[in-house]
């Protein structure tokens, strides 16, 4: 089975959005066994529109199509709908009523814009949208699905996971596929390959290995097609071959990150954690903010971004400040042991550096001091990073995200 | 001119990387005045590299790849270009040197992967990459373009920007196109529409407007392609109406964003700023800090996740806490101006509220209660959003900084 994602919209292909959608989509796709062939953006002419949705209907199982549902003029999506499956537009009433409550339940306007979303292909199989006032539509022909979802990620994503899935397996007759991947931090992509070369070239011949590099890690991704159900043991078998080789590089698997690692060791072991950060700002705070359970282990954090503040809140002797910088040994292992101390937890971890280039300092950018503290005593730590400012941070903070691990990891022994 | 952009690996296509690649090379394309037709999403075989670059050379005027040029296993892209130009690979002196010194330099073994990587095409124009070990290929075929970039984000955005689009500049003749784009906040998609339709209506048949809608705020975008010089004043023109119709919806231009704005204000007042953030957990932080120049007016911030931060640091009160909750307005004003105190700043905002939901509390997920402190006294307000945790997050920040914006607005007056 295979699929093709279409995103319709200028504000793709003028690279003024990053399109978040096909991803979301095609991972769904790939975890039910339909393999997407590829993923096309286009600019929403009629002619573009209308070229690739018939090219698509008629080559792919699954044509999902995201953007052009809005109910603004540059949309015309269900136009070219109506010709390509040779229907007229007719007004859909459950629709028409949803949207006038939904809208008037939050006192917006009822207007003659949003009436329009109402009219839909009378060929359509409609699918409700209980997040937005454009619904989705599915078509069917010659045993092929076409699915036309609006492109606000929020809406897709909801209907996707609510209907569009189970649609699309209650009529096609799907394989068993078994991905998993395991996520390496700290090793380069090319001391990666020489490291585990022997295991990868004893993998079996239907399963595949993909290196997916980005900042700072690798994930190892395997991808197991098979009609029989033990893939997945024999997958998780040669994951386990993997670790030995791999060690702590290996950081977990699937949706891990340095931070989840992090929160799970913490919330298992009920030990708290606070953060004061310089040059990160707020990056680790909100990186562990951003996962469920945080309230768990997590105090809270000093964005110590001035020096008065490195001093007022987190006792930062100012003759340090002074002698050594900003950005310096000291400061960091200061601002850790002090943000521990006001914030009464059991670990502290902090960041002191520059992430973007600043007048008046001997400091290279992308130096960054980073330091943990816990009852035992603190360490710390210097690394160097030489890239633009936002990779930089990211960089930064999963170098002191990585170095409380690390930490963690050999209490535990 | 038109252009294709080609991404090549199966980690687009399963959903596990999002391509943020494409929507660079497109963003510097479509201001050089080329158009890009489509961008597309491939597999890493062969067949599918092949036959995509392929028609792709017999179509566009330019054709950007980008990946496939590592040095693991999975990356077969050259070999495809030495089918499609007709020749053969071929030590290439300069890159064997550089890539040997490079590894070397920073304590990498030049192992004979990296070593492939030195082999490149024949007939290819090589591009040194200064960041990475895969330099950029170019080839020019009947006054054709295609170029191959690795798919490292970092090396491949600074070879487009150094390299690539000098190249392309030098090879076509290129017409004036202008984009600008208006950045609404607090409207939405429909209302606005109601609300400039006929400013819209009235648009020069060259000029084309977009609504780039996307969390919270809707941009609209004016394109003109043009052989005059003046297209710059009357799109200027066009814009001051659009202010005078808008009001404060209008944030800005371009890449203005709520904290931008913010940042611009108080740095032109020399004023300062500290955040208190529960539910936001540094996230208000990091969007001041992800900008240079944040140190200027961003004294710091809390990230008060625990009632006993929301105390010891924040100064609220205890009994406050107990009678109301922390997600309540009492806390979210003490949070303000415990936070403007303890850091000592002219301003001081704070968030306290509910991302998603929790055990054993009567508040409702996406509820949030901001605040905005300064000498002149302390605002409040109350704010719903159903969303997910992370569109929660993100929302309850540009709730927070909007009501700072404003506040600062009203006082220019």
Redesign the interface.
């Known amino acids: 089975m295979k699929a093709q994602i279409i995103t319709i919209?200028?504000?793709?292909?003028?690279?003024?959005?990053?399109?978040?959608n096909?991803?979301?989509?095609?991972?769904?796709?790939?975890q039910n066994g339909v393999?997407?062939?590829?993923?096309?953006?286009?600019?929403d002419t009629k002619e573009?529109i209308g070229e690739a949705l018939a090219a698509s209907i008629n080559t792919f199982d699954v044509t999902i199509t995201t953007g052009g549902l809005?109910?603004?003029?540059?949309d015309i999506t269900k136009s070219v709908l109506c010709d390509i499956f040779n229907c007229d537009m007719q007004l859909h009433e459950p629709t028409y009523k949803f949207i006038k409550e939904r809208l008037e339940g939050i006192g917006?306007?009822f207007?003659e814009?949003?009436q329009s979303q109402a009219y839909l292909p009378a060929d359509a199989e409609v699918i409700k949208n209980n997040h937005g006032?454009a619904p989705a539509l599915m078509f069917e022909k010659n045993g092929k699905l076409l699915f036309s979802l609006p492109g606000?990620p929020?809406e897709m994503k909801q209907m996707v996971k609510d209907s569009v899935m189970d649609i699309i397996k209650s009529k096609l007759s799907l394989p068993i596929v078994y991905?998993k991947?395991a996520i390496t931090y700290g090793l380069?992509?090319?001391?990666l390959?020489?490291k585990i070369a022997s295991w990868?070239d004893n993998l079996p011949s239907n399963i595949h290995?993909?290196?997916?590099?980005?900042?700072g890690r690798v994930?190892l991704?395997l991808?197991a097609i098979s009609l029989v159900d033990d893939v997945e043991a024999v997958t998780n078998k040669l994951f386990i071959e993997l670790e030995a080789i791999l060690g702590s590089y290996l950081l977990g698997y699937d949706e891990a990150t340095l931070e989840s690692v992090v929160a799970d060791i913490l919330t298992e072991r009920c030990e708290t954690l606070?953060?004061a950060?310089s040059?990160?700002?707020?990056?680790?705070?909100?990186l562990?903010?951003?996962m469920?359970g945080?309230?768990l282990y997590?105090?809270?954090?000093?964005?110590?971004?001035?020096n008065?503040?490195k001093v007022?809140?987190l006792g930062v002797d100012e003759s340090i400040l002074e002698v050594h910088g900003a950005v310096s040994e000291p400061v960091a292992r200061l601002m850790a042991e002090g943000v521990r101390k006001?914030?009464?937890s059991d670990y502290g971890v902090s960041t002191t550096g520059m992430a973007?280039p600043?007048p008046n300092t001997v400091k290279k950018t992308g130096e960054v001091w980073v330091a943990v503290s816990s009852k035992e005593g603190t360490i710390s730590k210097q690394f160097f990073f030489c890239?633009?400012?936002?990779?930089n941070?990211e960089r930064f903070s999963s170098a002191a995200i990585s170095m409380l691990r690390d930490e963690l990891i050999r209490k535990k022994r």
Chains 1, 2 share one sequence.
């Open positions: 919209g200028d504000e793709i292909l003028i690279g003024q959005i990053i399109d978040t096909s991803p979301f989509i095609a991972s769904l796709l790939e393999k997407v062939a590829s993923i096309i953006s286009i600019s573009a809005g109910p603004t003029k540059d917006i306007e207007n814009l949003n006032t606000v929020f991905h991947t380069p992509e090319s001391e390959a020489i990868e290995l993909a290196y997916l590099p980005s900042t994930r991704r991808s606070a953060v950060e040059c990160t700002g707020g990056k680790i705070a909100s562990f903010t951003a469920e945080a309230s997590l105090k809270g954090g000093v964005v110590a971004y001035s008065e503040v007022s809140i006001a914030l009464n973007s600043m890239e633009l400012r936002d990779i941070i």
